[in-house]
């Protein structure tokens, strides 16, 4: 289910057709983002970002023209906006260096996951920005109700809410002055989640179980795989679908004896263009599953029952409700009987 074409021709056109209906941003704006306020005395010229997830909420939100910079893609960009995309300048793949972020002088740094930009951040804190007169804007899907401080990823303290991305959405719209395309993207989204929910009743499922496979550091140790309380849990939850990993751990990386007992019904495996280690391909992973003695026997790969997702459906992002969607449909084409 594609971004709708109202919201495509927002990306290009940059108005809407219920323009007239949204007050404007009233500056100075104060928000607050993961218990830091940031203050706005008009909206941003320039931002860089730090994730997809981020890049393409500013897309959707047709903001492009004031995206200087991107990095942290595990996708390519949606194809609606290939075309914006290509113009802009990708500082890195992965994280980027704090000297390459700053270098563009932007207004605002949106950033993806608290691990870039936090008490410990790869690419630099939160501090490091602020001493420049750099606003950074943490997700708050990655940071209400979590501890980034514990596992490599983060543990969730509380259930991933879909709220916080629709916060997302409403507050960068109000920083950058344009809550009619954020009402209009938030409401798209809601609809979107509506669909998967609607098509869960008819479905029945009983006990059906599965497992989300972000990647491995290593085709040979424990695969990580999602955790009970992130955002494929709730993924999970909306379709029916019982998560074999108890972990509060974000991304837990749990042994493949231990998951062959639990059997999942359904095994979830990410598709990215990211390569830093080897199981970011999905073949590889595919391959894995189907070759090694002890995953090839487990039921969801003797039957099939094998779902490919890209990586960035399985984050916060506006791809996370087409996600939702593909598994849906994916799990209406197989037989969980067997």
């Given at each position: 289910?594609?971004?709708?074409?109202?919201?495509?021709?927002?990306?290009?056109?940059?108005?809407?057709?219920l323009?007239?209906?949204?007050?404007?941003?009233?500056?100075?704006?104060?928000?607050?983002?993961?218990?830091?306020?940031?203050?706005?005395?008009?909206?941003?010229?320039?931002?860089?970002?730090?994730?997809?997830?981020?890049?393409?909420?500013?897309?959707s939100?047709?903001?492009?023209?004031?995206?200087?910079?991107?990095?942290?893609?595990?996708?390519?960009?949606?194809?609606?906006?290939?075309?914006?995309?290509?113009?802009?300048?990708?500082?890195?793949?992965?994280?980027?260096?704090?000297?390459?972020?700053?270098?563009?002088?932007?207004?605002?740094?949106?950033?993806?996951?608290?691990?870039?930009?936090?008490?410990?951040?790869?690419?630099?804190?939160?501090?490091?920005?602020?001493?420049?007169?750099?606003?950074?804007?943490?997700?708050?899907?990655?940071?209400?109700?979590?501890?980034?401080?514990?596992?490599?990823?983060?543990?969730?303290?509380?259930?991933?809410?879909?709220?916080?991305?629709?916060?997302?959405?409403?507050?960068?719209?109000?920083?950058?002055?344009?809550?009619?395309?954020?009402?209009?993207?938030?409401?798209?989204?809601?609809?979107?989640?509506?669909?998967?929910?609607?098509?869960?009743?008819?479905?029945?499922?009983?006990?059906?179980?599965?497992l989300?496979?972000?990647?491995?550091?290593?085709?040979?140790?424990?695969?990580?795989?999602?955790?009970?309380?992130?955002?494929?849990?709730?993924m999970?939850?909306?379709?029916?679908?019982r998560?074999?990993?108890?972990?509060?751990?974000e991304?837990?990386?749990?042994?493949?004896?231990?998951?062959?007992?639990?059997?999942?019904?359904?095994?979830?495996?990410?598709?990215?263009?990211?390569?830093?280690?080897?199981?970011?391909?999905?073949?590889?992973?595919?391959?894995?599953?189907?070759?090694?003695?002890?995953?090839?026997?487990?039921?969801a790969?003797?039957?099939?029952?094998?779902?490919?997702?890209?990586?960035?459906?399985?984050?916060?992002?506006?791809?996370?409700f087409?996600?939702?969607?593909?598994?849906?449909?994916?799990?209406?084409?197989?037989?969980?009987?067997?």
């Open positions: 289910m594609p971004l709708p074409r109202l919201v495509v021709l927002l990306a290009s056109a940059g108005f809407s057709a323009t007239l209906a949204a007050g404007p941003t009233h500056y100075p704006l104060t928000v607050d983002n993961c218990g830091v306020p940031l203050t706005f005395n008009k909206a941003p010229g320039k931002a860089v970002t730090i994730g997809q997830a981020g890049t393409e909420i500013l897309y939100l047709g903001l492009a023209d004031r995206v200087v910079g991107t990095s942290l893609w595990f996708n390519t960009v949606l194809p609606q906006f290939k075309d914006v995309n290509d113009r802009i300048l990708r500082l890195a793949n992965n994280e980027p260096s704090f000297e390459s972020v700053i270098s563009k002088r932007p207004d605002l740094v949106p950033v993806q996951f608290e691990w870039m930009v936090g008490p410990q951040g790869a690419v630099g804190t939160r501090e490091q920005f602020s001493e420049l007169n750099i606003p950074t804007y943490i997700m708050p899907s990655d940071c209400e109700g979590k501890d980034n401080l514990i596992g490599a990823d983060g543990t969730r303290l509380k259930p991933f809410s879909v709220d916080s991305l629709f916060k997302t959405v409403t507050q960068l719209a109000q920083i950058f002055d344009v809550q009619d395309r954020g009402d209009e993207l938030t409401a798209h989204l809601r609809a979107g989640l509506a669909k998967a929910q609607a098509s869960v009743k008819a479905k029945q499922l009983t006990d059906a179980s599965a989300f496979w972000f990647s491995s550091a290593d085709l040979k140790v424990d695969p990580f795989v999602a955790g009970r309380k992130g955002v494929p849990g709730f999970m939850d909306t379709l029916g679908l998560n074999v990993v108890e972990s509060d751990e991304w837990p990386t749990v042994g493949w004896e231990t998951i062959a007992r639990a059997n999942p019904t359904v095994i979830v495996i990410a598709r990215m263009d990211r390569r830093r280690f080897p199981a970011d391909d999905f073949q590889k992973k595919l391959d894995f599953l189907k070759t090694d003695p002890v995953t090839q026997n487990m039921d790969v003797k039957h099939n029952r094998i779902v490919i997702l890209d990586a960035d459906a399985m984050q916060a992002s506006v791809r996370m087409d996600g939702i969607n593909e598994l849906a449909d994916a799990i209406d084409r197989v037989d969980l009987s067997q």
